[in-house]
Every structure is written in structure tokens, then in C-alpha cells.
């Protein structure tokens, strides 16, 4: 491994740390805020329910109410929220979480595309 690939695996590695404060960030202090906008909806009571508050309880909480913003459409066309609920939560809220999603997504494609070009030879 040349030091390029190193100074590049170290920064990808640091990305998924910083990825991981922000997960969690958004699991202990944005997550009952998110909850509070969609109150009553049946999705986001049951997960609450089920899930309860534990690192993986929030996380998956956290994944619904994302769910909800990407998939608002598909789910008020199944019944499973009511239209325009999603717009409860604030827009500049709704955003960040977007682009929390999509930094993470990178994050993991970029680890596996390092993984598998030049950790894996």
C-alpha cells in the first residue's frame, strides 16, 4: 500500500467516524423534535413503541422518519400517512436530514469502493 492509499484509507476511516457523531448527533438531540412534528403518525407511534431508546431503538427510529421524508408519496398512496405530513417537520430540518443520509450513503460507498480496489488486492 503506497502512502497515497493510506492517507486515503485514513481519511475515509475518518469520515465514518465523523458520520457516526453525526448519526448519533441526530439520535440524542433532533430525534424527539422529528418525532414531536409527525405526532400521530402510525409508523412513527409503532417504532417508538417497539423500538424503545436504545442506540439501536433511536437508530431505527431515526431510519422511519427518514423513510417518510425520502417515500412520502408511495406511503400516503398505501395509507400509511396522511398527505402533506411530512411537511410538518421544518424545512430547513427536512434537509439536514437529507443531506446527512446522503453524506453517510457516500461515506459507505466510497469505504467499500476502497476496500474492495486496494485492501482486498
Same mark, same amino acid.
Given at each position: *500500500?503506497?502512502?497515497?492509499?493510506? @492517507?486515503?484509507? /485514513?481519511?475515509?476511516?475518518?469520515?465514518? #467516524?465523523?458520520?457516526?457523531?453525526?448519526?448519533?448527533?441526530?439520535?440524542y438531540k433532533k430525534l424527539e423534535e422529528l418525532e414531536n412534528?409527525?405526532?400521530?403518525?402510525?409508523?412513527?407511534?409503532?417504532?417508538?413503541?417497539?423500538?424503545?431508546?436504545?442506540? *439501536?431503538?433511536?437508530?431505527?427510529? @431515526?431510519?422511519? /422518519?427518514?423513510?417518510?421524508?425520502?417515500? #412520502?408519496?408511495?406511503?400516503?398512496?398505501?395509507?400509511?400517512?396522511?398527505?402533506d405530513e411530512e411537511k410538518k417537520i421544518p424545512e430547513k430540518?427536512?434537509?439536514?436530514?437529507?443531506?446527512?443520509?446522503?453524506?453517510?450513503?457516500?461515506?459507505?460507498?466510497?469505504a467499500l469502493a476502497f476496500h474492495f480496489t486496494i485492501v482486498?488486492?
Amino acid at each position: *500500500m503506497t502512502n497515497g492509499q493510506l @492517507l486515503l484509507g /485514513i481519511g475515509i476511516y475518518a469520515n465514518i #467516524a465523523i458520520s457516526i457523531g453525526i448519526t448519533a448527533y441526530f439520535q440524542y438531540k433532533k430525534l424527539e423534535e422529528l418525532e414531536n412534528h409527525l405526532d400521530g403518525n402510525e409508523s412513527v407511534e409503532w417504532n417508538r413503541r417497539v423500538w424503545g431508546c436504545g442506540y *439501536m431503538g433511536r437508530l431505527m427510529r @431515526l431510519n422511519m /422518519i427518514f423513510v417518510t421524508l425520502l417515500m #412520502a408519496r408511495r406511503l400516503h398512496r398505501n395509507g400509511h400517512l396522511a398527505k402533506d405530513e411530512e411537511k410538518k417537520i421544518p424545512e430547513k430540518l427536512r434537509k439536514k436530514l437529507l443531506v446527512v443520509y446522503a453524506y453517510e450513503t457516500i461515506v459507505v460507498l466510497s469505504a467499500l469502493a476502497f476496500h474492495f480496489t486496494i485492501v482486498s488486492k
